[in-house]
C-alpha cells in the first residue's frame, strides 16, 4: 500500500496542433517538477480544434498523458464513434442519454492505488443533457467501493453550475475540476469536506487567440452575427494550463491544488 501522497495532474482543454506541441514541450518537465504520479488532459479539441482522432489519442498517451477526458465536441470527428470502445484510455460525459458509445467513466490503477474518473457536461448555456447531478450521483455510488480517488472533471459554460457539483459532491470524491471556457479561473480552493475545486482550469493553446481559435473569425461572426468557421489559432505563443492535486490515498481527500500556467517561447 502506498503511503505518500497522489499526485494528480489535470491539464485543460488542448486545443488543436499547437495545443499537442504545447504539451509535447511542457508536460514531461511538469511531471518532473510535480512529482506527478497520474496525468489527465481534456482532448474535446485537440484535432484542429473539434473532437480527437485515434491517432491524436496515441499521440496524447505517448506524451504521458494518462487517461482522456472529453465535452461537447466529442462526437465532432465521425471516426470516434466506431473507435471509442476500444480506447480504453478514454472517458466521454456520462449525462448523454442512454445508448452513447464510449466509457461513462474510468477506474485505472496507479502505483497499486484506483483512480476512477467522471466526466459531466453542464446544462446551462449548452446543449440539453441528462442530469449531470444524478449521473454523478449514479456513478459516484457505484464508484465508492472501488475506490476513494475519483476525480470529476465537469465540462461545463456556467461557473454556477461548476460551484453546485463541487459543493453537491464535497467530502464525496477527491476533486471536481471544471473544464470548457479555456479560461483559468483563479477561485482554486479545497472545500469544506475536502473536495479539491477550481471552476476552469484553462486550455493548452495559442496565446494570441481567442479562446484558442482565430481571432479574425471571432471577432467578425460577434460583429456581423453570420456564420462563421471558426478554426485553431496554430502560431505564435503556446498557453499550458493545468492543475495539481496532491491527494491523500488513505482519506481520498485534496491536501493542495496549484494552478500551472506556462507559456511557450514566441513562435514555438
Ligand atoms: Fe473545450
Ligand atoms: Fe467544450
Request: hydrophobic share 40%; net charge neutral.
Amino acid at each position: 500500500m502506498l503511503q505518500n501522497n497522489l499526485n494528480i495532474l489535470f491539464v485543460g482543454d488542448i486545443v488543436g496542433a499547437l495545443g499537442r506541441r504545447t504539451v509535447a514541450e511542457f508536460l514531461s518537465g511538469t511531471k518532473k517538477q510535480y512529482n506527478i504520479d497520474f496525468t489527465i488532459a481534456n482532448g474535446e479539441n485537440s484535432a484542429h480544434g473539434y473532437s480527437i482522432t485515434e491517432k491524436i489519442y496515441n499521440e496524447l498517451l505517448d506524451m504521458g498523458v494518462d487517461a482522456i477526458t472529453m465535452g461537447n465536441h466529442t462526437w465532432e470527428k465521425k471516426e470516434i464513434l466506431s473507435k471509442i470502445s476500444n480506447l480504453d484510455r478514454m472517458v466521454r460525459p456520462a449525462n448523454y442519454p442512454p445508448g452513447a458509445p464510449g466509457r461513462d467513466h474510468l477506474l485505472v490503477e496507479v502505483s497499486g492505488i484506483k483512480v476512477g474518473i467522471v466526466n459531466l457536461l453542464g446544462r446551462v448555456f449548452m446543449q440539453c443533457m441528462d442530469c449531470p447531478f444524478q449521473a454523478a450521483e449514479k456513478l459516484i455510488n457505484k464508484l465508492k467501493d472501488q475506490t476513494k480517488i475519483i476525480i470529476v472533471d465537469i465540462h461545463a459554460e456556467a461557473t454556477s453550475e461548476k460551484n453546485a457539483m463541487g459543493f453537491f459532491l464535497d467530502g464525496r470524491v477527491s476533486a471536481v475540476v471544471g473544464t470548457h471556457t479555456h479560461v483559468m479561473t483563479a477561485d482554486d480552493r479545497i472545500l469544506p469536506n475536502g473536495t479539491g475545486f477550481i471552476s476552469d482550469i484553462g486550455m493548452v493553446g495559442a496565446l494570441d487567440s481567442i479562446i484558442g481559435m482565430n481571432k479574425g473569425q471571432i471577432i467578425k461572426r460577434f460583429v456581423t452575427q453570420m456564420p462563421e468557421k471558426f478554426e485553431p489559432t496554430e502560431v505564435g505563443q503556446g498557453l499550458f494550463n493545468a492543475v495539481v492535486l496532491k491527494i491523500d490515498p488513505v482519506s481520498g481527500k485534496t491536501l493542495e491544488i496549484t494552478k500551472i500556467i506556462k507559456k511557450t517561447e514566441p513562435r514555438l
